[in-house]
């Protein structure tokens, strides 16, 4: 008996068939998109890097996010996340980036920054997507609804480039 291809088996296949390499920068989800990914035999050939980065500091060093960005957005905004996947796309030499950050909860919400909000970007050499979620869930929820939206970001992407090479 076969069972249905998760996600991360088809991104895989689909990073692996179009010579795709991915490099990830993770705040609110803490790693979790790299475990899901590096669940499957072989993700060394697309994943390039995954850069865990909280602080400040860490967006900075790590990922060439400019303290101008942080201070006048803060490190939730869809500046900030779009910095975050250029700078892991650039930093790793990948030809995507993808950058998750936001609030998990319980506590660091405000009025205008509630808890569950969450940016999420992909980047290639030519632009960058952001998306924005406002999550209902308690921390884990909040991490695993964010780690899959930016799994199915990356396939739709990629689902879209294939389609637009086969019509050529």
């Not at 795709?20 to 475990?35: D, N, P, R």
């Not at 500046?79 to 030499?93: C, D, W």
């Not at 939206?149 to 389609?163: H, P």
């Amino acid at each position: 008996m076969s069972f249905p291809k998760s996600i991360e088996e088809i991104l895989g296949e689909m990073l692996a068939a179009q010579k795709q390499t991915l490099a990830l920068a993770e705040s609110c989800t803490g790693g979790l998109i790299s475990h899901r990914l590096t669940n499957v035999p072989g993700s060394s050939a697309y994943l390039i890097a995954s850069v865990t980065a909280y602080a400040y500091e860490a967006k900075v060093a790590a990922l060439g996010v400019s303290w101008e960005t942080l201070n006048k957005f803060g490190a939730v905004s869809a500046e900030t996340v779009t910095e975050m996947a250029r700078g892991a796309r650039e930093k790793f030499s990948a030809t995507i980036g993808i950058a998750v950050t936001g609030i998990a909860g319980p506590g660091g919400g405000t009025p205008d920054k509630p808890v569950g909000l969450v940016f999420i970007a992909l980047a290639d050499a030519r632009a960058a997507i952001v998306e924005k979620y406002l999550w209902q869930g308690d921390r884990a929820q909040n991490k695993e609804q964010s780690a899959q939206a930016a799994l199915e970001i990356l396939k739709k992407y990629l689902e879209e480039r294939q389609q637009s090479t086969d019509n050529r």
